[in-house]
C-alpha cells in the first residue's frame, strides 16, 4: 500500500525541519485546522527513540501555543489516529462552541453548516502565516 504521507506533504506545508514538517489542513469549516507530520515512515510513538519522541512532541506543543495564541479558541484538540494512513501525525485543532462538530470530535457527523465567522478565518490565515516565524529554523 502507498503511503500518502511518505509520497506528498499533506497538506499546504507551512514549516518543517529534519525531523517533522507542519501543514495547514483545509476543511471546510475548521479553520486553523493544523497537522504535524513525522517526515520519515513510522507507526507508533513508541517506535521512536526518545529524543525523536520528544522533539516530535515539542514542535506539537509549539503547534498548539501558536494556536491558541493567534486564535483563542475554545478548546484545542490534539488527536494521534493513524487508522486509515498509519504514518505518525498529529492533528492540532481549535474548537469553538459554536463549530460544526462541537462538543463532538471533528470526525463526528456536523452538528449544523452555519459558516465560520469572517473574522475566524481571517485570523486563522494569519496565524498559518505567521507559524514560521513563530516555530523559528528548528533544531536539526
Ligand atoms: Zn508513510
Partial sequence: MTCE???GDGGVLLWQNGLCRVVAVDEPGLPGFLRVILNRHAREMTDLDETDRAAF???VFAVESHARRCLEPDKMNLASLGNLTPHLHWHVIPRWQDDRHFPG???APARHDAPVPAARAAASAVMAASLAAALGPGDR
Fill in 5 to 7: 504521507l511518505c509520497h
Fill in 57 to 59: 512532541m515539542a514542535v
Fill in 105 to 107: 470530535p471533528v470526525w
